[in-house]
């Protein structure tokens, strides 16, 4: 594949409307992009195939929901997005230029920088005397910047709200109404796919460092004593228990290791690679998604990160990385146990119980160390406060309470309020406990689904006798099919606008096209993916059949006109081969 590949993807992407830079007529912003008509279609394509691979393909499990895309502030000051969700930033100070400054230092230093503390990259700039890459200033001293953008929520100034930079914060928000509405389901994955924003410091490489995108994400909320609850777990993991997958673990990444090792999902687990069980199922899953965008095996691996890199809510964070050609590996998606922070945050900051019950087979009877008060002392001594201090005194921890009773030292409760030692005692007694409560725990796949669109589209693309074919995997295909009349003789230009309709009608996406050679248009179908085309000739007009022309081989059978529609959806979403539907051409035109 030729070294600009990058650019010749681009070029194809613009001039054809997969993607193109916003506000290109003002001069382009970045970090924004606009899809196209075709671009639209294939992220349409993506997203289908994703809610496929992790909605409907797990719907006894995962349902999806859609949250705004503006918080108020308290949300991700209780998540931590306030105070963790940074960049480092370093601003040159004779032209004013800002920069990411761990990607100044692994550019100009060739060391690697993420997850650094902004001491020690100011320290790195200093030693190596890194200055502004555009004027050869100084460079100040390395701060931390905020990537949330922030807004007002009505007029007045002090409501202060923020574009979400994930769709997450919104499922554990709504978490309890979605357990609730579930009949209490657990475990329970809530999934959405919607726009974030992220106010990137200085976005480049095109579609992979927006400051808007789309993102497909799950929150699998599960008990963490018992996280197969139900079987799920163990019938699942079942099904993917010898599917491989490439990791490098951060341990091996410190030691300088590069390659991945290659590790069965039941290896990864029982060899603790994978914290999680269910974090190693949806890497599967993710494995799996990745592998029908149209990437190999073999191009694609999780990179575990290390604790300095992980997100400040992650205990195990795993990339999914892909090789492209302008820039070697890149992520396509976040695998994150993030264990209970979230909901817990949530808890505190809102007041509110987001912990479920979880009722036992048999109630279990315990023996339990319980706080005895006088109450009827109590009653005499405090009057009005009497129950509050008897609350008070018997949700201390028994321990303590004997230790002071032992010591024949006052029981404090409040400031000036305390319970004699003779006034209290602690007893055991039998509980029969018919459930428990707990917070739950999550994992979390998160995909760019711009990414995922560009990765596709480098995938895809072929070049065959000086023409480009985008071999785009046939059911993500922007059009599934283009319908051409061999020449502009009216009786065939009606005849192909009969089977156009029949195949539009039929609810599928068909490309009409009667302008110019009949060559021009096969390579114009090729270059934008579409996956078979229908021609119209004059034999049409004799026994009503035409030709099916497959865009990867250029190979043709022919078959019967009313029986297309049916061959269109068995060679696009069907997976069969042309061969199989119909007679072949010989010599037919490329």
């Known amino acids: 594949m030729p070294e600009d590949l990058y650019e010749r993807i681009v070029e194809l992407a613009v001039r054809r409307g997969f993607f193109w830079q916003s506000y290109e007529i003002y001069g382009g912003v970045a970090g924004f992009y606009d899809l196209g008509p075709l671009g639209v279609r294939l992220k349409e394509k993506i997203v289908q195939l994703w809610r496929r691979f992790f909605v409907q393909r797990h719907q006894e499990l995962v349902v999806e ?12 000051e209780a998540s931590g997005h306030l105070e963790h969700f940074t960049d480092p930033i370093v601003e040159c100070t ?12 692994e550019e100009a230093a060739g060391v690697r920088a993420e997850g650094l503390t902004p001491e020690q990259l100011t320290e790195i700039i200093r030693e190596r005397g890194l200055r502004c890459p555009a004027c050869g200033g100084p460079l100040s001293e390395v701060r931390a910047f905020n990537l949330l953008f922030r807004t007002t929520i009505g007029p007045y100034s002090e409501n202060v709200g923020y574009l979400r930079p994930e769709a997450a914060q919104g499922m554990f928000v709504a978490f309890k109404r979605v357990h609730e509405a ?3 389901r657990m475990p329970i994955g809530i999934a959405q796919v919607g726009r974030v924003a992220r106010n990137e410091i200085s976005p480049r490489q095109g579609m992979m460092r927006l400051r808007e995108f789309t993102i497909a994400e799950v929150e699998f909320f599960f008990d963490p004593e018992d996280p197969g609850q139900g079987g799920y777990l163990d019938e699942l993991l079942g099904r993917v228990a010898d599917t491989k997958l490439r990791i490098l673990r951060a341990e091996d990444r410190r030691r300088g290791v590069e390659e991945p090792t290659e590790y069965r ?9 994978v914290a999680n069980p269910w974090l190693a199922y949806w890497m599967a899953v993710a494995r799996d998604f990745v592998m029908a965008l149209g990437v190999p095996y073999d191009r694609m691996y999780f990179e575990e990160k290390a604790p300095e890199e992980r997100a400040h809510y992650s205990a195990q964070t795993f990339d999914q990385m892909v090789r492209v050609s302008r820039w070697g590996w890149i992520e396509v998606s976040g695998h994150s146990y993030r264990t209970d922070y979230d909901l817990s945050r949530h808890m505190k900051y809102s007041g509110q119980d987001l912990t479920v019950f979880r009722q036992y087979e048999r109630p279990v009877v315990v023996r339990r160390k319980r706080v005895m008060v006088d109450r009827a002392w109590v009653g005499r001594t405090f009057r009005s406060r009497a129950p509050e201090v008897m609350r008070a005194v ?7 309470v004997e230790r002071a009773v032992r010591e024949g030292r006052p029981i404090r409760v409040a400031e000036g309020v305390e319970v004699p030692p003779d006034r209290v005692r602690v007893v055991e007694v039998e509980e029969k406990i018919t459930g428990r409560r707990f917070v739950p725990h999550v994992v979390e796949p998160s995909f760019g689904i711009e990414r995922a669109l560009y990765v596709v589209l480098e995938y895809a693309y072929r070049e065959r006798e000086g023409r480009v074919v985008l071999s785009i995997p046939r059911y993500l295909a922007p059009y599934e099919a283009a319908v051409f009349p061999l020449t502009r003789d009216e009786r065939l230009v009606s005849y192909a606008r009969r089977l156009w309709r029949e195949l539009v009608e039929a609810d599928l996406y068909v490309l009409y096209d009667d302008d110019g050679s009949i060559g021009r248009r096969y390579a114009r179908a090729d270059e934008i993916g579409v996956p078979v085309a229908v021609t119209v000739d004059y034999r049409t007009l004799e026994d009503d059949t035409v030709t099916l022309r497959d865009r990867d081989t250029w190979r043709q059978v022919r078959v019967p006109a009313d029986r297309v529609v049916e061959a269109v959806r068995r060679f696009v979403y069907g997976g069969a081969r042309l061969e199989d539907l119909g007679e072949p051409v010989k010599a037919a035109p490329a």
Not at 68 to 73: D, R, T, Y
Not at 94 to 105: E, N, Q, S, T
């Open 182 to 184: 579930m009949r209490k």
């Open 265 to 273: 999902v039941a290896e990864a687990v029982e060899e603790g690679v």
């Open 394 to 400: 018997e949700s201390m921890p028994p321990e303590e």
């Open 94 to 105: 004779r032209c004013g230029r800002k920069f990411r400054a761990d990607h100044l230092v």
């Open 65 to 76: 929901v859609e949250t705004p895309i503006i918080a108020p502030a308290r949300v991700f």
